[in-house]
C-alpha cells in the first residue's frame, strides 16, 4: 500500500512539474508570437511620426503652415491613425509614452493651427527660436521615453 501512494504522489508531482514547464514554454510561446509584429509596428510608429513632425510641422525656418483646414484636419487624422496599431499590441508603459508623444506631435500641429489663424490662413508667419526649441525637446524627451520604454518591453538592450 505505501508503494503504491509512492507511485501515485510521483505521478501526480511529475505531472505537476510537466504542467507548470509547459506554462512556461507556452508564455515563453505567446511572447516571442508577437516580439516581430509589435518591433514592426513601433518603428512605423515612430516613422510616420518622426515624418509628421519633422517635415509637416518644422521647417528650416520655424513652423511650416498648412495652407488650408483640410489639411490641418487630414494632419491629425494622420497623426491619430499613427497610434492605433501601437495601442492594439503594445503593453501599459508604451502606451503611455505613446500617447505622451502623441500629444507633443499634436501640440506642435496646435501651435501650427493657432498661427494659420493668426496669419490669416495663407500667409507664413515664423515661428520664434524659443517656441521652436520648446516643440522641438518636447518632441525629442517623448520620442526617447518612448523608445525606452520599447525596448524594455521587447527586451532589446
Known amino acids: 500500500m505505501d508503494n503504491l501512494l509512492a507511485v501515485l504522489g510521483g505521478a501526480i508531482a511529475g505531472g505537476l512539474v510537466s504542467l507548470a514547464l509547459e506554462n512556461v514554454r507556452w508564455r515563453r510561446a505567446q511572447k516571442v508570437r508577437w516580439h516581430d509584429q509589435r518591433r514592426a509596428v513601433y518603428a512605423e510608429f515612430l516613422s510616420e511620426i518622426h515624418v509628421i513632425f519633422s517635415w509637416w ?48 506631435v499634436m501640440e506642435a500641429i496646435d501651435e501650427g493651427a493657432s498661427r494659420m489663424s493668426q496669419a490669416g490662413l495663407m500667409k507664413t508667419q515664423p515661428i520664434d527660436a524659443k517656441t521652436k526649441e520648446r516643440l522641438t525637446n518636447g518632441f525629442v524627451e517623448k520620442r526617447t521615453a518612448f523608445e525606452r520604454a520599447a525596448r524594455e518591453e521587447l527586451e532589446i538592450s
Do not use: H, Q, W, Y
Request: no cysteine.
Open 57 to 104: 510641422i518644422m521647417s528650416e525656418s520655424g513652423l511650416r503652415l498648412l495652407s488650408n483646414i483640410a489639411e490641418l484636419k487630414e494632419l491629425r487624422d494622420r497623426a491619430t491613425s499613427a497610434i492605433a496599431p501601437v495601442n492594439l499590441l503594445a503593453g501599459d508603459d508604451v502606451k503611455v509614452a505613446a500617447d505622451n508623444l502623441l500629444s507633443a
